[in-house]
Structures are given as structure tokens and as C-alpha cells.
């Protein structure tokens, strides 16, 4: 009777572990967000949300290509990215990109790295949680789609945000929401704080242009000349985050 009794309490402790463990979140999303917080380059601190990137802190002398919206999509840059094994990162908007999905997963094949940045180009800074996560949240969806594999970085629109996007961010399954410290306007680079010149671990934005008269590809040649006569490299981005 008394061996009796001890197995039914050891089936009661099991029950009740087994649904305390049910009454934990399943959603694969906020559960890959969580994880995501984890993310991060050395010395970038992760808050509640994604960790925000504007540079990493290294000692090898990289630097990092990153690339906005999706506009130009000339067959060139594809060549160039193969040509030169260019460990770019690509972050995409949908409305931007429309039905030019198949030049990104051209360059995709050649080594540039896809990631988000939204679906339609939206400010993100100020907008609801439910209207931040549908615009992050929509383009990670598309993205895994079209190219088997959800992005870990996004880049908001503009380079704004607030703690909102950072919690949406993290709930999409984001690893770091990655900013820049230096920019190419037209042919040369402006800088945000910090020394004017590139220092090792600048992350880099190329961002849309129509007006400058310049290609992409042209952007993107006298910009490698600048990164090498400054003793750098390119470096792959995702694998220092």
C-alpha cells in the first residue's frame, strides 16, 4: 500500500512539471527573439532588445559593406561582388525591391548576405508595436521565403528607432539592429562620431542614390580603393555579430 502510494505522488510531481512546462511560451518566434538577445559584437551591450550595432569593436583591420533599400539591381555589381569575393550584406525593403528578387539571389549565390530592412520603407520610430512587428516581422517572413533562410539583422529606415522597434525586432527573431558610423554620399564618406577616416570595425552604409550620376559599381570601386589605401579589408559582417 505504501509502494502504492509513493508511485501515484511520483506521477503527480510528473503531471504537475509537465504543465507548469506547457504554460511556457511555444511561439518559435518569441522564442528565437529571446535567444536573438544574446547576439551581439564584442563590447556591444544587449538591453531588452536587440543590441544596437553602429561599429564592431576589433582588432582586425575590416571593414564593413552595407547596402539600403534595393534599388539598383545592375548585373555588374553581381560580377563585382563574385570577382572580388565582397562579403556584403544586402539589407532589402520589398516594396523597393518589387519583382527584382532574382538579381539579390544572384548575388546571394556569389556571397552577399540578404537582411532586412522592412517592408515598405516605413519610419518606424513613434509607430505602434503592432505596426512596427508587421513591417519587421512581414519582411522576415519574405525573406525566409524567397531565399531559405530568416535574416539576423535589420536596419530600420533611416536609422530610426525607438524601444518599441527593439522589442519588435527581437520578437521577429532579429540578432542586432545594425546602424553605421560612416556613410558614402555621392563619392566620399561622412562620418558620425569619431574620427573622420575609417578605423578598423566601421561599419559602412551605401545607401540608394539617383542623382549622383555614379553606379553602384562605380560607388563601390572608389570606395575599395579608399578601404585598401587605409591598410583595410572587407570583412563579413555577420561574423562579427
Known sequence: MRASKAAVASVLALTALLLTGCAQSVDPIERLGKK?????????????????VTRVRTS???VFLTYDDGVEQDPRFVELVRERRLPVSMFLTDSVVGPGYGHFARLQSVGASIQNHTLDHTALRGLPYAGQRHEICGQQDKLGSRFGLRPRLFRPPYGTYDTTT?????????????????????????????PHHLLPGDIISLPS?????????????????????????????????
Open 36 to 52: 536573438a538577445v544574446t547576439y551581439g559584437a564584442k563590447g556591444v551591450r544587449s538591453g531588452p532588445g536587440a543590441p544596437v
Open 209 to 241: 542614390t539617383e542623382t549622383t550620376g555614379l553606379t553602384l559599381v562605380d560607388r563601390t570601386t572608389r570606395l575599395l580603393r579608399e578601404i585598401e589605401g587605409a591598410g583595410l579589408r572587407v570583412g563579413r559582417l555577420e561574423d562579427y555579430l
Open 166 to 194: 527593439l522589442r519588435a525586432a527581437t520578437d521577429c527573431g532579429v540578432g542586432a539592429v545594425v546602424l553605421w558610423r560612416a556613410a558614402l554620399e555621392g563619392d566620399h564618406l561622412t562620418y558620425g562620431t569619431g
Open 60 to 62: 582586425d583591420k575590416v
